[in-house]
């Protein structure tokens, strides 16, 4: 059963750089069938995609944020991570990692199947 | 960028009764959408795939389906822990978006 946990700072302040890491246990980070993803939700608000990383280290991300986001992975550690720069209130969320199936099969089609809890990062001075 | 449009934003339906969500793409996604319940301090689940496939373990009251750029999802027979809120999520292109949510509430 795979599982992912979120971790890092709870709390950053405004102009600094927000930075967390996912931790994927039970299987590989480098599986050649699955990948990654980021994903955020604002306290009382919907659902927004932040990016993808796959294994080439290929990386897509939300429009709206791509001058500012870098998604990375670390496979010693069975790990990636996100970094968010600049950040302002507008940044206050819960963030998600999730693994992202990239392909169609008889389970899966262009989705995201396995969630970590989230974590609540706030932007404040 | 292909905007996800849900309707409507709350829905009340008594327990027992039918559900019926709609997503709306502004492109063509072909069926490369999904669904997904969220409940209040949990991360959501993925309920439907390929815009009509049921997700392991997700129970036959939940279906989808779609017509162009119009997708639906149904939940027959209301049970009281399917009250939540209801994502749709596409990929086109490489990127992905999220639908604003509907949320399901007792009526």
């Known amino acids: 059963q795979v599982q992912l946990q979120e971790s890092g700072p709870g709390l950053v302040k405004p102009s600094q750089t927000l930075s967390l890491t996912c931790t994927v246990s039970g299987g590989s980070i480098r599986s050649g069938l699955y990948y990654w993803s980021w994903i955020r939700q604002p306290p009382g608000k919907g659902l927004e995609w932040i990016g993808n990383i796959y294994d080439n280290d290929s990386t897509y991300y939300s429009p709206s944020l791509r001058s500012r986001v870098t998604i990375s992975v670390d496979t010693s550690k069975n790990q990636f991570s996100l970094k968010l720069s600049s950040v302002t209130a507008a940044d206050t969320a819960v963030y998600y990692c999730a693994r992202w199936i990239s392909s169609c099969s008889a389970s899966s089609c262009y989705n995201f199947d396995y969630w970590g809890q989230g974590t609540l990062v706030t932007v404040s001075s | 960028e292909v905007v996800l449009t849900q309707s409507p934003a709350t829905l009340s339906v008594s327990p027992g009764e039918r559900a019926t969500l709609s997503c709306r793409a502004s492109q063509s996604v072909s069926n490369n959408l999904a669904w997904y319940q969220q409940k209040p301090g949990q991360a959501p689940r993925l309920l439907i795939y390929?815009?009509?496939s049921r997700a392991t373990g997700i129970p036959a009251r939940f279906s989808g389906s779609w017509s162009g750029t119009e997708f639906t999802l149904t939940i027959n027979s209301l049970q009281s822990e399917d009250f939540a809120v209801y994502y749709c999520q596409q990929y086109d292109n490489w990127m992905c978006s999220f639908g604003q949510g509907t949320k399901l509430e007792i009526k």
């Open positions: 390929g815009a009509s």
